[in-house]
């Protein structure tokens, strides 16, 4: 089947008009951030954010047109502004403050893994986790909220590009046991994707909505690093159940995991302990173990802030040589000591999991009929 290029999704695209201006949206300069990869089309419509309410059947008008071109196998629009709407209301703790559809709703848990900076190990410890849980019998999930770098597509393995059934939404791709979605699946390794704010929680939303998800157990999202825009509003419209902090020990990243811890807590979202990663360097041939980043800062600062350590992972080689390869410590070694700590990690998590779970049937409201 022949390829679509980039100039015949524009020239369709261009027969494409915004009634409200008479004018293709094209021609209106609408089209941003376009991305074609082996039949797998995805671009913003930049609206004005007065009008992005009522946009809703342009998108749709748009995203149809592209996938009746031959060669498209999946087409991805989301509108965008350059600033949101003052009459759009503030989203709530726990992902509860939009009144449409719930995200995810076939997902028992979602667990973000995030870091205050980045280059700490978040993504390793991220995909270990997942499949530490997988490994204990759960229906696992992992979602690259890491649009700028998306890398869990290389650590589990995973090539190719995602399929559609019904041309609407489309499969998660699978390895390890787990299912994974990424925007990683649908542009260029090595290519940039130069999104502005809006245009990354949209392309997020979508890979939640328009993904055909099974019943999970639990779902592991590996977020951007850093505290901004995106990993505030992805901690507030994700009905998260709590969030795992990754850290190296040093002090200065410590104040960075802070920084990420405090920014949940502010949105209600329960921090269920920080992991210490590259805690220490055993050498493979003498043994000889040195604290090239410190060590113990994490648990002392759990401890000062009143959570849990959920456990120490070492600084090496050969977590990350089955990361970069596709097979992670956890399916590749799992007798290691390396991979006994991502398990040890994966059965507290999943602990304080089903007491958060508990914890709201509880408090939900319970309606009697009489």
């Given at each position: ?226 505290t901004g825009d995106a990993q505030l509003t992805m901690a507030q419209r994700v009905p998260l159940i709590g969030a795992v902090i990754v850290s190296t020990p040093q ?64 600084l090496d080689i050969v977590i990350r040589e089955t990361s970069d390869g596709g097979n992670p410590i956890v399916v590749s070694d799992p007798s290691s000591p390396h ?32």
């Open positions: 089947m022949a390829q679509v290029s980039e100039q015949e999704v524009l020239e369709a695209l261009s027969r494409v008009v915004d009634e409200e201006k008479n004018q293709d949206i094209v021609s209106l300069g609408m089209v941003t951030g376009l991305q074609v990869k082996q039949g797998h089309v995805a671009f913003a419509l930049q609206v004005e954010p007065e009008r992005g309410p009522r946009l809703e059947p342009l998108r749709k008008t748009a995203e149809q047109t592209v996938h009746a071109l031959p060669g498209v196998l999946t087409a991805t629009v989301v509108l965008t502004a350059e600033r949101q709407a003052e009459s759009k209301p503030a989203p709530q703790a726990h992902g509860h403050g939009h009144k449409d559809e719930p995200l995810l709703p076939q997902v028992r848990a979602i667990v973000a893994v995030a870091s205050g900076k980045g280059g700490v190990g978040k993504s390793t410890t991220a995909v270990n986790l997942a499949l530490a849980l997988a490994v204990r019998g759960l229906k696992v999930g992992v979602l690259d909220a890491d649009i700028y770098g998306p890398s869990i597509p290389r650590m589990l393995g995973i090539k190719g590009q995602p399929t559609s059934s019904d041309g609407k939404s489309i499969n998660p791709m699978r390895n390890h046991g787990v299912e994974c979605m990424s925007i990683g699946f649908l542009v260029e390794e090595e290519m940039p994707i130069i999104w502005r704010g809006p245009m990354v929680m949209s392309a997020l939303e979508q890979m939640m909505k328009d993904v055909r998800w099974s019943p999970l157990d639990i779902m592991v999202v590996d977020m951007p690093p850093g002090d200065i990243a410590l104040a960075d995991a802070r920084k990420g811890l405090n920014m949940f807590r502010k949105v209600n979202v329960p921090v269920l302990g920080i992991v210490e990663n590259m805690s220490y360097f055993a050498c493979p041939h003498c043994g000889e173990r040195t604290d090239i980043f410190s060590h113990g800062g994490a648990r002392a600062e759990a401890e000062l802030l009143g959570v849990d350590c959920l456990g120490e992972v070492p991979a006994k700590a991502y398990l040890d990690i994966a059965d507290k998590v999943w602990v304080k999991v089903e007491a958060e779970l508990a914890e709201r049937e509880r408090a939900a409201p319970r309606i009697l009929v009489q």
